[in-house]
């Protein structure tokens, strides 16, 4: 699996916005371990994690 941070930003934007159109037609939640596992249930079958750390931007 590719980690969601390894990927070029254009894509990653690409991909929040695939999953926010899915997650409009989802239960909403407000609890951020829920919202992470369903991202990464969601990004798996695309060969893709997503982690906590992932929410930290890239540090130069």
């Not at 930003?9 to 991909?15: F, G, H, K, S, W």
């Not at 916005?17 to 990004?43: H, V």
Request: one cysteine or more; a negative charge; proline letters at 7%.
């Amino acid at each position: 699996m590719t980690p969601f941070r390894d990927i070029a930003p254009a894509e990653q934007a690409r991909l929040r916005e695939a999953y926010a159109e899915e997650m409009a037609r989802q239960t909403n939640t407000c609890s951020m371990d829920e919202k992470i596992a369903r991202f990464n249930a969601w990004l798996a079958p695309q060969g893709i994690s997503f982690s906590e750390d992932d929410l930290r931007p890239k540090t130069r």
